[in-house]
Structures are given as structure tokens and as C-alpha cells.
């Protein structure tokens, strides 16, 4: 009697297949090569597996190692053999971004900012092509030079250098931006500036691991915090002050385009341990302090908010800052009204600086549950924020069931942090994830962490400075791979099945939600590698699997590294479209053997510059 198999059925077969085809053209390889050495016997076997189509791309060795640094040579690809190959973009898109594109923005209102929000191009807009290097480009500078130093090559912009002369921000020497560590709130560097924060916020013994710099600048501040052990997530909007991020993230800190506009911030409620505005000229008093309240949503409870700059000690600054004092002491007491409703502790004011510390809870509050002007949010759920207008609203806190309980749960200081079970899964707060199912997590990304330094030697060396993670589960990869030297951007899809970006945070690692069918919100070559875990199954029928790899191709610097991990199926897909695309790739087996359905894809992309037409 004949058995009806099931396309399920005829799928496994299928990649049992690949997976025995796979595991005979590497042991035919090898025999090929003993029967030239005089061992055996294979070569006419080895030679009708490899005619018949079979893909053993293992055994040549990927280069990792970087060819550009402080050189300028033009360098191009040679051509994919008979695969679609997508064309280098025009020199004009060096620096596109498709999302925050200028010309884009300005068909937007101007009001509350909403140019300087994500705007993204249609579908029949989108690039379809590989958005070239300038002419020059060079790897950056290994940290911690890179936090002083970027090859001007890699962001030719000046313009910072006169707005900013006279503050310290960036200079130009010859064929390099220094930046002293200057900024408009602090002349002296910005290591004096932290000095004076720190002498109120405890920045070092681990209790704050987690900062929001908002109009962020060149990021200086976050840069000089690293040294303390701080994370800082910065961001500024794509405006006057050209490649602020750009720079940012030449530097090696961490930094997306953004503003606070009329949508929420991507990130999740009780996220980080501190935040900061060193005269981000941020109305923090309009819309009924609508931006301080999602300040507030992001902010962990027991968390502390910086303000330095206007209109702090406006009586004394009011003529330097050419603004009337009327107005500066009208911003002023919205200020400080919305920082009571919110049930903030003024901690500090000294000169331009001010520091309030958030509750740890709402037995702290009581008065504000009768107050009329107290307007709680009503949402279920506080971190679905994706493209969710932004509201004049106070997120509750979790409950507690005493006065001196942290809302949310109590981190330990970091780095222990980093391993513990967070809060949220402790309390079971995120539905069918228990303690020994992230424990087991752990586990294995320190596996499979442990296997991609074996395939790249280079993994935690340096090499790679700035490492994002596409589908970041509960952090793991960043955990097992957390050093002084890298940091990793942990991206949570908004269509991921369960929201873990709470529990990244809650590790002391940084991160932000996005979906991939859209350009993430950075320049080009703003990433050395890029981790991506089941995205491709993940987005299966969801987008293109092209324009997902082309917006990889776009964020990663020439010679950087990508590894894919999914199952094979799907990365046979991914690397036949990736052979158009300048990359040199190679599949390898999982850490436990050939027979695992899943694999990785280890890709480099080649160095080419605009207009190149030569092969490296």
C-alpha cells in the first residue's frame, strides 16, 4: 500500500538531501585531495559531485583581515558568474538613508518635527542597488583612537568644524577630524562634565550601565562615559548639523538618527538607568510636557533625567543665550511643574545643570492619583511604540506590594547583571518564557558564540568596533560576546513573536525595535559586522529577502563581516542572491555536526569605492 507523504513530509526530505549531499561533497573534497596526495582514491566521484550541482563552498578560508586602512586606493569587485548582479548606486547616494532622506523630509509639515520623524520611500522608490563608499574610504581607527580620531575620507564634512569652532567639538587636521571632547555645556571635556555628574549619580559601581543621550551631537558625551562602564544610546536627527551621527558612529559609539517628535521612541518602558540633554533644544515644557512624560516611560524606575542648558539658571545666562527672560523663566516652570506631576527629586542645580531622580515606585506618588491633571495611560502594553503617536500621558508603574520595592523589579549592578535572570522573566511578565528556557538561551549563544571565533579569529580582537544583532532574542549573542572593545546594536523585529527588547536592557545592553522591511535609521558603513539569527525565516513572505540584504549591504563598511544563522533552505536562498552583491561567502555546518538542519552563512564584503572599476 503506497503512503501519501506531506509537503511538510517532502520538505524535510528535501533538506535531508542537501544536508547528506552536503556532508559527501566535503568528504569526497577531502578524498580528492588524499588521492593527489597518494592516500585514496575519490577524484572521479568528487569531480561528479561537484558537476552535479552541489554546493561544498567550506574549505576556502574567508579573509577577514582589513586591506584599507589609511590607504585611499580604489578597489572594485570582480563579477558574480552568472548570478543577478546588483549595479553600484550613483555617486550621489554615498551617504543615502533612505528613511531620514533630505529631500524627502521636506515635503513633510515642519511642526512638532515631524519632517525630521522616519519617512520612508514607497515601494516603487526603493533602490535597488549597492550604495557605493566614497572615493578614499578607509577602515576607521581601532578604539580607543577612534573616539578622537576619523579619517576625513570616510565623512568628508566640514561644516561642523565652523559651526562648532568656537566649542570644541570637532576640528580639522590634514586628513583627519580630531574631537577634543569639547561640547556646548562643557568647555572643560567632556570627562570634567561627568566628573560633576557622578559626584550625584552613581556611574561607578554599576548601579547606571544604561544612558539616553537625546540630540546627542557628535555623541561625546557617550563616548567619554565608556570608560565608566556606561552604555549610552544617542541620537539626533538628520539636520543642519551634517553627519553628526555619521560621526558618532565613525567614532565607534553607539548612535541611531532620530528626534522626539509626534511618535514614540523605540525603545521599551523601564529601559534605561539614566538620561540626558546637554542643550538639545528639546521644548521639554510644551504639549503638556509630552516629551518628559515619554522620557519618563523610558526611564527606569529609581532612574535619573539631566538637563544642562537652557533654561537652567536663566537669570544669569538669559543674555549669553539672547533669549527674554520672560520666556526662559516661563520654560523653566513647565519644567519643573511637569517634573512634579511625574513625581521626580530634584537632586541637584548647580550653574547649568540639573539632576532629578524618578521614584521607585508609586506608594511615592499617592498625590498625584488625585491630581486632575494627573492623565495615566490607558495601553496594555507601554512598549508597543512602533509608529504610535506619542501622548501627553503618565505611564503607571508596575505594581509593587511595598513602599521600598522597585517597581519592575530590583537589577543587581553591573556586570552581574548581565547573566542574571532579569526581572521580566523572574516574574514571568512575558508569556511561556520561563527561567530555565532564557538559562538554556544563555547556554547556547555562548556555544555558538565560542564556534564563530573559531571560523573568524578576529571576533574579539578589535577588528570589528561596531556590531549589530538583527533578530537579538533576549540578548545572548551580545552577552557572550560583551567586551571594552566592541558593542553590539541589539534590534528586536517588531514582528518577533515575543517582545525580549525589556529583557536586553534589563541585562545592562542596549538596543531598538525595527521592522526590516524598512531602512534601519544610520548611515551607510556604520556597521563593522552583522549578527543575523532565523531573520530570513522570521521574514519569510513578509518582504523581499533582496532589499533586506541590500539594506545590510548598505549599513556595513567595506571588508566587514556577516554572519547568518538559519536553516539551510533558506540560506542556500541567501547566498545565491548575495553572489550579486560583492560579498565572499561560505557555508559551514552548525557547532554539533552536519546532520543540524541548521547552518551559517559567513559572508565579507568586498572593498570597492564609487566609481571603481578594478579588482582587488
Not at 545565491?576 to 551559517?600: F, N, Q, T
Request: net charge neutral; with cysteine.
Amino acid at each position: 500500500m503506497a503512503l501519501k507523504s506531506s509537503s511538510a513530509d517532502g520538505k524535510t526530505r528535501s533538506s535531508v538531501q542537501i544536508f547528506i549531499v552536503f556532508s559527501l561533497c566535503c568528504f569526497f573534497y577531502i578524498l580528492g585531495a588524499w588521492q593527489r596526495s597518494g592516500f585514496g582514491k575519490g577524484d572521479s566521484i568528487a569531480l561528479e559531485m561537484t558537476n552535479s550541482g552541489a554546493d561544498c563552498n567550506i574549505v576556502p578560508s574567508l579573509n577577514f583581515e582589513t586591506h584599507h586602512a589609511g590607504e585611499s586606493s580604489i578597489v572594485g569587485a570582480s563579477e558574480a558568474a552568472k548570478v543577478k548582479a546588483f549595479e553600484p548606486c550613483d555617486a550621489r547616494y554615498t551617504d543615502y538613508t533612505p528613511c531620514q532622506d533630505q529631500r524627502r523630509a521636506m515635503t513633510f509639515p515642519r511642526d512638532s518635527m515631524i519632517y525630521r520623524e522616519r519617512h520612508c520611500a514607497p515601494e516603487k522608490e526603493k533602490l535597488h542597488c549597492l550604495i557605493p563608499a566614497p572615493k578614499g574610504y578607509v577602515t576607521p581607527f581601532s578604539w580607543p583612537k577612534s573616539r578622537d580620531y576619523v579619517p576625513y575620507a570616510n565623512a568628508p564634512y566640514k561644516a561642523l568644524t565652523v559651526e562648532k569652532a568656537i566649542q570644541n567639538w570637532i576640528q580639522y587636521e590634514g586628513d583627519v577630524f580630531r574631537f577634543p571632547g569639547g561640547g556646548t555645556q562643557f568647555p572643560q571635556g567632556a570627562d570634567k562634565y561627568i566628573d560633576q555628574l557622578a559626584s550625584v549619580i552613581p556611574m561607578e559601581n554599576g548601579t547606571v550601565r544604561t544612558a539616553l543621550d537625546t540630540g546627542c551631537g557628535v555623541a561625546s558625551w557617550g563616548a567619554y562615559l565608556w570608560s565608566r562602564n556606561v552604555r549610552a544610546m544617542s541620537f539626533a536627527p538628520r539636520d543642519s548639523h551634517e553627519a553628526q551621527v555619521q560621526f558618532a558612529l565613525e567614532r565607534g559609539v553607539p548612535a541611531v538618527i532620530g528626534v522626539l517628535g509626534t511618535i514614540k521612541l523605540p525603545y521599551p518602558t523601564r529601559a534605561f538607568d539614566m538620561a540626558h540633554c546637554s542643550r538639545c533644544l528639546i521644548p521639554w515644557g510644551a504639549n503638556d510636557g509630552m516629551y518628559l512624560m515619554e522620557v519618563d516611560r523610558v526611564l527606569r524606575p529609581g532612574g535619573y533625567w539631566i538637563l544642562s542648558g537652557p533654561p537652567i539658571n536663566w537669570k544669569v545666562n538669559y543674555k549669553a543665550w539672547q533669549r527674554p527672560k520672560e520666556d526662559l523663566q516661563e520654560e523653566q516652570r513647565k519644567i519643573e511643574e511637569a517634573t512634579k506631576l511625574l513625581c521626580w527629586e530634584k537632586k541637584y542645580e548647580h550653574g547649568e545643570i540639573a539632576i532629578w531622580q524618578k521614584r521607585v515606585n508609586d506608594e511615592a506618588c499617592r498625590s498625584r492619583q488625585d491630581d486632575p491633571r494627573a492623565n495615566f495611560c490607558k495601553t496594555d502594553d507601554s512598549d508597543d511604540v512602533w509608529y504610535k503617536k506619542m501622548e501627553a500621558c503618565i505611564t503607571p508603574y508596575p505594581e509593587t506590594s511595598s513602599s521600598d520595592e522597585v517597581a519592575g523589579g530590583e537589577l543587581q549592578a553591573f556586570p552581574d547583571r548581565l547573566n542574571a535572570v532579569p526581572p521580566r522573566i523572574s516574574s514571568g511578565s512575558i508569556s511561556g518564557v520561563t527561567v530555565d528556557a532564557y538559562e538554556d538561551d544563555n547556554r547556547q549563544w555562548k556555544k555558538h558564540v565560542k564556534a564563530y571565533k573559531r571560523i573568524n579569529s578576529l571576533l574579539d580582537t578589535g577588528r570589528y568596533r561596531n556590531i549589530m544583532d538583527m533578530n537579538a532574542g533576549f540578548g545572548g549573542f551580545a552577552a557572550a560576546l560583551e567586551s571594552q572593545k566592541l558593542w553590539v546594536m541589539n534590534v528586536v523585529p517588531t514582528i518577533a513573536e515575543k517582545n525580549r527588547l525589556g529583557v536586553v536592557y534589563e541585562r545592562g545592553l542596549i538596543g531598538i525595535y525595527h521592522d526590516w522591511c524598512e531602512a534601519f535609521s544610520t548611515y551607510p558603513r556604520t556597521y563593522d559586522l552583522i549578527h543575523a539569527n532565523h531573520l530570513f525565516s522570521l521574514y519569510k513572505n513578509k518582504c523581499n529577502a533582496d532589499d533586506i540584504l541590500l539594506e545590510m549591504d548598505r549599513i556595513l563598511r567595506p571588508e566587514g563581516a556577516v554572519i547568518i544563522r538559519d536553516d539551510v533552505d533558506t540560506l542556500i536562498k541567501v547566498k545565491r542572491i548575495i553572489a550579486g552583491m560583492r560579498w565572499d561567502s561560505k557555508l559551514v555546518d552548525h557547532e554539533d555536526g552536519p546532520l543540524v538542519p541548521e547552518k551559517v552563512l559567513i559572508a565579507v564584503k568586498q572593498y570597492w569605492v564609487t566609481n571603481s572599476t578594478s579588482t582587488h
